[in-house]
Protein backbone atom coordinates (compact mmCIF):
# COMPACT_ATOMS: atom_id res chain seq x y z
CA UNK A 1 0.00 0.00 0.00
CA UNK A 2 2.57 2.56 0.85
CA UNK A 3 4.50 2.02 -2.49
CA UNK A 4 1.22 2.82 -4.25
CA UNK A 5 0.95 6.09 -2.10
CA UNK A 6 4.57 6.84 -3.14
CA UNK A 7 4.38 6.24 -6.58
CA UNK A 8 0.79 8.21 -6.71
CA UNK A 9 3.10 10.74 -4.53
CA UNK A 10 5.61 11.19 -6.95
CA UNK A 11 3.23 11.26 -9.94
CA UNK A 12 1.59 14.45 -8.36
CA UNK A 13 4.52 16.34 -7.73
CA UNK A 14 6.22 16.64 -11.17
CA UNK A 15 10.11 17.20 -10.99
CA UNK A 16 10.46 15.98 -7.76
CA UNK A 17 12.87 12.97 -7.17
CA UNK A 18 12.95 11.12 -3.76
CA UNK A 19 14.64 8.25 -2.57
CA UNK A 20 13.04 5.89 -0.42
CA UNK A 21 13.75 2.00 0.02
CA UNK A 22 12.40 -0.69 -2.13
CA UNK A 23 13.85 -3.20 0.16
CA UNK A 24 12.34 -4.36 3.14
CA UNK A 25 13.33 -2.23 6.15
CA UNK A 26 12.81 -2.73 10.18
CA UNK A 27 11.10 1.08 10.57
CA UNK A 28 13.98 1.59 13.37
CA UNK A 29 16.35 1.08 10.60
CA UNK A 30 14.47 3.21 7.95
CA UNK A 31 14.47 5.72 10.72
CA UNK A 32 18.33 5.53 11.00
CA UNK A 33 18.50 6.17 7.36
CA UNK A 34 16.16 8.85 7.39
CA UNK A 35 18.42 11.06 10.20
CA UNK A 36 21.40 9.95 8.00
CA UNK A 37 20.00 11.34 5.24
CA UNK A 38 20.49 8.38 2.77
CA UNK A 39 16.59 8.26 2.59
CA UNK A 40 14.27 11.35 1.66
CA UNK A 41 10.97 10.11 2.64
CA UNK A 42 8.93 6.57 3.77
CA UNK A 43 5.58 5.81 4.93
CA UNK A 44 3.37 3.99 7.35
CA UNK A 45 4.74 5.41 10.65
CA UNK A 46 2.48 5.50 13.85
CA UNK A 47 3.89 9.13 15.55
CA UNK A 48 6.40 8.00 18.63
CA UNK A 49 8.41 10.67 20.20
CA UNK A 50 11.48 8.94 19.77
CA UNK A 51 10.86 9.28 16.28
CA UNK A 52 9.68 12.51 16.11
CA UNK A 53 12.90 13.71 17.67
CA UNK A 54 14.87 12.63 14.34
CA UNK A 55 12.41 12.60 11.87
CA UNK A 56 9.79 14.58 10.01
CA UNK A 57 5.61 13.78 10.12
CA UNK A 58 3.55 14.83 7.12
CA UNK A 59 0.83 17.16 8.50
CA UNK A 60 -1.73 14.78 7.28
CA UNK A 61 -2.45 10.83 7.99
CA UNK A 62 -2.50 9.12 4.83
CA UNK A 63 -3.79 5.44 6.20
CA UNK A 64 -6.22 4.21 9.31
CA UNK A 65 -4.88 1.35 10.91
CA UNK A 66 -6.05 -1.33 12.94
CA UNK A 67 -4.15 -3.13 15.79
CA UNK A 68 -5.21 -6.52 16.03
CA UNK A 69 -4.37 -9.43 17.23
CA UNK A 70 -3.57 -12.72 16.48
CA UNK A 71 -4.41 -16.19 17.87
CA UNK A 72 -3.61 -19.97 17.20
CA UNK A 73 -6.91 -21.48 15.81
CA UNK A 74 -7.90 -23.52 18.85
CA UNK A 75 -7.00 -20.51 21.07
CA UNK A 76 -10.11 -19.72 23.46
CA UNK A 77 -8.89 -15.54 24.00
CA UNK A 78 -10.98 -13.04 23.39
CA UNK A 79 -9.37 -9.39 23.72
CA UNK A 80 -10.50 -6.49 22.75
CA UNK A 81 -8.61 -4.00 24.78
CA UNK A 82 -4.82 -3.60 26.11
CA UNK A 83 -6.50 -3.64 29.76
CA UNK A 84 -7.50 -7.54 28.49
CA UNK A 85 -4.33 -8.25 27.00
CA UNK A 86 -2.43 -6.96 29.95
CA UNK A 87 -4.54 -9.27 32.22
CA UNK A 88 -4.35 -12.32 30.20
CA UNK A 89 -0.60 -12.44 30.50
CA UNK A 90 -0.64 -10.99 33.82
CA UNK A 91 0.47 -14.63 35.18
CA UNK A 92 3.63 -14.46 33.45
CA UNK A 93 2.98 -18.00 31.64
CA UNK A 94 2.31 -16.50 28.07
CA UNK A 95 4.26 -14.46 25.55
CA UNK A 96 3.19 -11.78 23.02
CA UNK A 97 4.89 -11.33 19.45
CA UNK A 98 5.92 -8.41 18.19
CA UNK A 99 8.75 -7.53 15.02
CA UNK A 100 11.75 -5.84 16.33
CA UNK A 101 12.21 -2.41 15.87
CA UNK A 102 7.83 -1.66 15.46
CA UNK A 103 6.23 1.18 17.28
CA UNK A 104 4.06 -1.96 18.74
CA UNK A 105 6.75 -2.47 21.03
CA UNK A 106 6.00 1.33 22.49
CA UNK A 107 2.27 0.97 22.89
CA UNK A 108 2.56 -2.48 24.60
CA UNK A 109 5.14 -0.81 27.40
CA UNK A 110 2.20 2.06 27.55
CA UNK A 111 0.06 -0.12 28.36
CA UNK A 112 2.04 -1.75 31.50
CA UNK A 113 2.77 -5.08 29.63
CA UNK A 114 6.40 -5.78 30.98
CA UNK A 115 9.38 -6.96 28.80
CA UNK A 116 9.25 -10.62 30.47
CA UNK A 117 5.86 -11.21 28.51
CA UNK A 118 7.37 -10.14 25.40
CA UNK A 119 9.15 -11.79 22.39
CA UNK A 120 10.46 -8.64 20.34
CA UNK A 121 13.40 -10.65 18.52
CA UNK A 122 12.11 -11.41 15.70
CA UNK A 123 11.98 -8.42 12.48
CA UNK A 124 9.58 -10.40 10.10
CA UNK A 125 5.59 -10.69 10.69
CA UNK A 126 5.84 -14.53 8.77
CA UNK A 127 8.82 -15.20 11.43
CA UNK A 128 6.72 -14.49 14.44
CA UNK A 129 3.65 -16.06 13.10
CA UNK A 130 5.81 -19.25 12.97
CA UNK A 131 6.51 -18.72 16.00
CA UNK A 132 2.75 -18.69 17.24
CA UNK A 133 2.11 -21.71 15.33
CA UNK A 134 4.91 -23.70 16.95
CA UNK A 135 3.43 -22.50 20.26
CA UNK A 136 6.61 -20.26 21.12
CA UNK A 137 3.93 -17.04 22.05
CA UNK A 138 0.20 -16.42 22.70
CA UNK A 139 -0.36 -13.64 20.52
CA UNK A 140 0.43 -11.82 17.64
CA UNK A 141 0.23 -7.82 17.76
CA UNK A 142 0.27 -6.31 14.72
CA UNK A 143 -1.86 -3.68 12.10
CA UNK A 144 -4.75 -4.52 9.36
CA UNK A 145 -4.63 -4.12 6.51
CA UNK A 146 -1.76 -6.16 6.43
CA UNK A 147 -1.84 -9.10 8.52
CA UNK A 148 -4.74 -11.02 6.74
CA UNK A 149 -2.95 -10.69 3.57
CA UNK A 150 0.17 -12.10 5.36
CA UNK A 151 -1.45 -14.96 6.56
CA UNK A 152 -3.83 -15.71 3.62
CA UNK A 153 -0.44 -15.43 0.91
CA UNK A 154 1.47 -18.48 3.54
CA UNK A 155 -1.96 -20.34 3.79
CA UNK A 156 -2.38 -20.23 7.23
CA UNK A 157 -6.15 -19.41 7.47
CA UNK A 158 -6.88 -22.72 8.78
CA UNK A 159 -4.17 -22.61 11.61
CA UNK A 160 -4.14 -18.68 12.47
CA UNK A 161 -6.80 -16.39 13.57
CA UNK A 162 -7.42 -12.59 13.87
CA UNK A 163 -9.38 -11.83 16.91
CA UNK A 164 -12.57 -9.85 15.35
CA UNK A 165 -12.01 -6.60 17.81
CA UNK A 166 -9.25 -4.12 17.01
CA UNK A 167 -7.03 -2.81 19.77
CA UNK A 168 -6.86 0.41 18.52
CA UNK A 169 -7.93 1.87 15.17
CA UNK A 170 -4.83 4.85 14.77
CA UNK A 171 -3.52 6.95 11.94
CA UNK A 172 -0.06 6.49 9.84
CA UNK A 173 1.80 8.77 8.06
CA UNK A 174 4.38 9.88 5.34
CA UNK A 175 7.76 10.85 7.46
CA UNK A 176 10.37 12.88 5.70
CA UNK A 177 14.40 13.16 6.69
CA UNK A 178 15.15 16.39 8.19
CA UNK A 179 17.64 16.43 5.23
CA UNK A 180 14.78 17.17 2.52
CA UNK A 181 15.10 20.52 1.44
CA UNK A 182 11.66 22.16 2.90
CA UNK A 183 10.47 23.62 -0.61
CA UNK A 184 10.42 20.15 -1.50
CA UNK A 185 8.67 18.68 1.82
CA UNK A 186 5.84 21.53 1.31
CA UNK A 187 5.03 20.42 -2.25
CA UNK A 188 4.94 16.89 -1.22
CA UNK A 189 2.47 18.03 1.96
CA UNK A 190 0.34 20.19 -0.78
CA UNK A 191 0.36 16.59 -3.02
CA UNK A 192 -0.69 14.56 -0.20
CA UNK A 193 -3.52 17.11 0.20
CA UNK A 194 -4.93 17.24 -3.46
CA UNK A 195 -4.06 12.96 -3.54
CA UNK A 196 -6.39 13.09 -0.36
CA UNK A 197 -8.92 15.77 -2.19
CA UNK A 198 -9.00 13.42 -5.35
CA UNK A 199 -10.12 10.06 -3.62
CA UNK A 200 -6.27 8.66 -4.29
CA UNK A 201 -5.63 7.38 -0.83
CA UNK A 202 -8.95 6.15 -0.08
CA UNK A 203 -9.67 4.25 -3.07
CA UNK A 204 -5.88 2.93 -2.62
CA UNK A 205 -6.79 2.23 0.94
CA UNK A 206 -9.89 0.12 -0.44
CA UNK A 207 -7.73 -1.95 -2.79
CA UNK A 208 -6.18 -3.38 0.37
CA UNK A 209 -9.21 -3.71 2.54
CA UNK A 210 -8.76 0.01 4.60
CA UNK A 211 -9.92 3.01 5.18
CA UNK A 212 -8.11 6.25 4.49
CA UNK A 213 -8.10 8.50 7.30
CA UNK A 214 -11.40 10.50 8.59
CA UNK A 215 -13.28 7.25 6.75
Not at 114 to 138: F, P
Not at 139 to 156: A, D, K, M, Y
Request: hydrophobic fraction near 40%; proline fraction near 3%.
Amino acid sequence: MCEEILLALTRQVAGVRLVWSTDWLTHDRAVQELAAGRLDTDCGYYRTAKREARILYSRRAVIRMETVLAVRTNDPAAIATFDELRAALADGHDTILVNAGSAFLDRLHRAGIEDRNIDAWAAHSDTNLRKLMSGRGRFFIFRNPGLTEVIQSNGWDGRIRILPQPLAVEDQYMVFSRHLDPEVRERLEAGLDRLAADGTLERIARRHAGRAPGL
